[in-house]
């Protein structure tokens, strides 16, 4: 297997633009999960899927991200408007049971200028 | 709100030597967790703790759980270069259905010949 996919891998944009991050789990796991590392706050559970279904979005910073899975290969992590504060590296993980061994895609670094 | 602590942040030891990493938490567990992070790089899984007293052990690193403490340790054995990396503790949380995972902000080890 190939492991969590993430794509881009980099991405540079301009405040105020939308951005699309893009990921595909392993497959046969039914857990989804999203997470932001940045210096200032450390690593954060943004939100987590299973079975394609959205269980916890408590993580979210704002109204401007949201999430979806539309099917069991594929998640996006979307923000609309993107703020500078929101450059970050972005990862997606997956895991076969809920919190268990989790396996972490190589992260999207996003810069907002 | 739930409280990660690591200590130390940063560790430097010399190569041969034993040391050992402290992760304190502040509410009841359901489990813990220990991240690798190599720079610039994603995050591997190491352990995962799941009952008081657990005990895990892979190559030089050994991770242990004391509930009632409200303390895990991950313990390096005659530290090689190689083991130079971030390490992450993690606390899973469990209540109103749904689950809090909180990272602590992670040890910095340097490994020196």
């Known amino acids: 297997d190939a492991g969590v996919i993430q794509s881009p891998r980099h991405e540079v944009t301009e405040m105020g633009q939308e951005v699309t991050l893009r990921c595909k789990p392993i497959?046969?796991?039914?857990?989804l999960f999203w997470y932001r590392q940045t210096m200032m706050r450390g690593l954060e559970l943004l939100i987590y899927f299973n079975n394609n279904v959205p269980i916890d979005d408590s993580g979210m910073p704002e109204d401007r991200f949201s999430a979806k899975m539309p099917n069991a290969s594929f998640s996006t992590l979307k923000i609309q408007p993107s703020e500078p504060r929101d450059s970050a590296v972005y990862f997606c993980?997956?895991?076969?049971?809920?919190?268990?061994?989790?396996?972490f895609g190589p992260g999207t670094r996003l810069t907002v200028t | 709100e739930l409280k990660v602590e690591q200590n130390p942040l940063f560790l430097s030891m010399q190569e041969g030597k034993n040391y050992t990493i402290y992760c304190n938490y502040s509410t009841t567990s359901d489990r813990l967790y220990w991240y690798r992070q190599d720079p610039g790089k994603s995050l591997e899984s190491l352990f995962v703790?799941?009952?008081?007293?657990a005990v895990k052990q892979e190559g030089r690193l050994m991770a242990s759980l004391d509930t009632k403490a409200r303390l895990s340790t991950l313990h390096i054995t005659a530290a090689v270069h190689d083991l130079s990396a971030t390490y992450f503790c993690a606390s899973l949380h469990s209540g109103a259905g749904s689950y809090q995972l909180t990272f602590g902000k992670g040890t910095k080890l340097s490994v020196i010949p």
């Open positions: 497959s046969g796991h039914d857990y």
């Open positions: 993980a997956s895991s076969l049971f809920s919190f268990y061994e989790q396996y």
């Open positions: 703790l799941l009952s008081n007293g």
